[in-house]
């Protein structure tokens, strides 16, 4: 599709418009505005409050769409007006592109291309820069890998690229998300919570211009470092949360335990030992004496060590509030073996136990049991793969 009558059409086909957040980039604004009216005139232009000459270069296009805010508010908020203006204008699809002369215009067939070939349309596409490109400063390449990581922790999937403005993004969809950030930090939220509600996020490589010259940057490193860091805590917090333990809820409500037990506890394609050491990680997890956090550590500590994420979190919940009075029994019993301390009876731990007494006891006997029920439970699990694994392939 290198026609450019062709990708005029399919722009037109796909009723995609694109949106072209500004602040104080007079220099580059009306060559960007140029490069994208070579493929539509369906441009929405939101002017953040702008102080420089924004908005007589404005007055030029009277045929696109401009939205002018008094004061600047930040990218995320206008980014979020300009997608509520494309539903409003009945438009599918925006493509969101900086005004600061980084990106080029003549990639939009990029998107149009890739998205035409895709059969999924309910996607959302980050062009994924070189970050070894001439000019691109270290700073780029050190917070889009760490925003990178944090992506991947949130949703599980990997991406190139995870800040670049240079986007394509289906109007409806993101607009029924409920967002709570207005400046750099909502290209962060956005991608991640497009993610958790069942929109694909991809990448594709676009090209990149750093000239130092012309180009204005409004990113604050520390302020917006913060703040980008703080809606990361933030996402990662409610991942773990609420939106693993839902997805794992929905997989096993829809699949049913036998068909789930099957095909994700017993039908991936981890190892047997992999699987037996996720239940040894998640049984060690459970018993151990992180109350609160049992969930968390699970999912985590598995994908530090490479294991099995949803094994490890199946069996970190071995502590089921009918079990806690025998674990926490066990620990002290254990405990107090090692410390050469009395031993207790069970009908002792009740509601007026007061575990502060015997909280050394609690805690030496707590990780003690944990590793040695972590063993068991690892062992017989990795029996019990092997004797299945070994009767599925007769």
């Known amino acids: 599709m290198q026609n450019p009558e062709e990708i005029i059409q399919k722009i037109s086909d796909y009723n995609c418009c694109v949106v072209v957040p500004t602040y104080n980039n007079d220099t580059t604004l ?39 805010l008094k004061n600047n508010v930040g990218k995320g908020n206008a980014l979020r007006l300009g997608l509520k203006r494309a539903e409003e204008l009945n438009f599918e699809y925006a493509i969101s592109i900086d005004s600061d002369g980084q990106h080029y215009p003549d990639d939009i067939p990029l998107f149009i291309k890739e998205f035409d070939t895709s059969l999924n349309k309910k996607i959302l596409f980050i062009g994924a820069r070189n970050l070894n490109a001439k000019g691109m400063p270290r700073k780029n390449s050190f917070a889009n890998k760490f925003s990178n990581f944090w992506y991947w922790a949130e949703t599980g999937f990997t991406l190139q690229d995870t800040q670049s403005g240079f986007r394509m993004y289906p109007v409806k969809e993101i607009n029924k998300i409920k967002f709570l950030s207005t400046k750099f930090e ?12 069942g929109i694909e996020v991809r990448n594709i490589p676009i ?133 050469g301390r009395t031993s207790l009876e069970l009908n002792q731990i009740d509601e007026n136990f007061k575990i502060g ?14 590793f040695l029920t972590a063993i068991l439970f690892g062992t017989i699990g990795y029996i019990t793969l092997h004797l299945f694994s070994s009767k599925n392939s007769k």
């Open 30 to 68: 009306e060559r960007v505005i140029q490069g994208v009216l070579r493929y539509t005139k369906n441009i929405i232009v939101i002017n953040d409050g702008s102080i420089d000459n924004t908005k007589n270069i404005l007055l030029k296009y009277p045929e696109i769409t401009q939205i002018n």
């Open 186 to 197: 909502f290209e962060v939220e956005v991608i991640v919570k497009a993610s958790w509600n």
């Open 207 to 339: 090209r990149v211009l750093y000239d130092s010259d012309e180009r204005v940057s409004h990113y604050r490193p520390f302020m917006d470092f913060i703040r980008i860091s703080a809606m990361n805590t933030w996402l990662f917090t409610v991942a773990i949360i609420y939106i693993k333990p839902r997805d794992f809820y929905r997989r096993f409500k829809q699949k049913g335990f036998k068909k789930f037990f099957y095909e994700d506890l017993i039908g991936s394609r981890d190892s047997n030992l992999k699987k037996a050491l996720s239940i040894a990680l998640g049984t060690f997890i459970g018993i151990s004496p992180f109350w609160g956090f049992h969930s968390i550590l699970a999912i985590m500590l598995a994908a530090i060590f490479k294991l099995n994420k949803v094994i490890s979190f199946v069996f970190s919940n071995v502590s089921f509030p009918i079990f806690i009075p025998f674990i926490i029994y066990g620990s002290l019993k254990m405990g107090g073996s090692i410390l």
């Open 357 to 370: 007494v015997y909280l050394v006891q609690y805690v030496v006997g707590s990780f003690v049991l944990a």
